[in-house]
């Protein structure tokens, strides 16, 4: 069954590095989210892309952070420089397209993981 | 904010159904009703969704009430393995804000 890998399983930075956090979404997949989530927090959106750009975004999405699908399979976020409170499980996820009467609905796949720690 | 409210946690006998119950009172016409759940910091895993009918797949049930304004996700024959966070969510299919949703905990 397909499914949607990332990697590193776990990335330690030093705060005020820059990381990038790589996904491969499932290969037929148009959309392409990141998403995050603080120990013991909610997951908590970050942005979605489609078509080569960004659809949505979050208040937490800022100039800090970008995503790029560099090629026709990797999906990636990048932050510029880290900071402590960047420490957090991000969660990269993919969906196809489905259209059904007057609604848009999606299922996301969401990959494993990486853990984002920063000191 | 979320747009649903979940009981904080649940148990359930193995090998029972397992109902969750999720209020979304506000929710708009066209608004679909998904739900997910978390294993033990593990990604989110689709588990259904609907917009006014029940549905059903190999994983669950979902009903939702003739009004739309809560459903219940059913595990038929709940398993240790489905000891999880459960969310359901209500509102953009592209941006799901999920809440604090239900600590499902399935007891031998």
């Known amino acids: 069954e397909p499914e949607v890998t990332q990697t590193p399983s776990h990335q330690v930075t030093q705060m005020g590095q820059e990381v990038i956090l790589r996904c491969v979404p499932i290969?037929?997949?148009?959309?392409f989210y990141w998403y995050r989530q603080i120990l013991g927090q909610k997951v908590e959106f970050l942005v979605s892309?489609?078509?080569?750009?960004?659809?949505?975004k979050s208040e937490i999405f800022d100039d800090q952070f970008s995503v790029e699908r560099p090629d026709g399979s990797n999906f990636t976020l990048k932050i510029r420089s880290t900071k402590l409170e960047d420490s957090a499980m991000y969660f990269c996820?993919?969906?196809?397209?489905?259209?059904?009467?007057?609604?848009?609905?999606?299922?996301?796949?969401f990959g494993p993981g990486t853990r984002l720690t920063v000191l | 904010d979320a747009k649903t409210t979940q009981p904080p946690s649940m148990d359930c006998a193995e090998g029972r159904a397992a109902n969750l119950p999720c209020n979304h009172s506000?929710?708009?016409?066209?608004?679909?009703v998904y739900w997910y759940r978390q294993i033990h910091s593990q990604g989110p895993q689709y588990i259904i969704h609907?917009?006014?009918n029940n549905e059903t797949n190999e994983m669950a049930s979902l009903i939702i009430t003739e009004d739309r304004k809560s459903s219940t996700l059913i595990l038929p024959h709940a398993t240790l393995r489905d000891t999880a966070v459960y969310y359901c969510?209500?509102?953009?299919?592209?941006?799901?804000?999920f809440g604090s949703g239900t600590q499902l905990t399935v007891l031998p």
């Open positions: 969510i209500v509102g953009s299919a592209r941006q799901l804000t």
């Open positions: 996820a993919s969906s196809d397209r489905r259209d059904r009467g007057p609604s848009f609905y999606n299922e996301q796949f």
């Open positions: 506000t929710i708009s016409g066209n608004e679909y």
């Open positions: 290969s037929n997949h148009l959309y």
């Open positions: 609907g917009l006014k």
């Open positions: 892309f489609y078509n080569n750009e960004i659809s949505e």
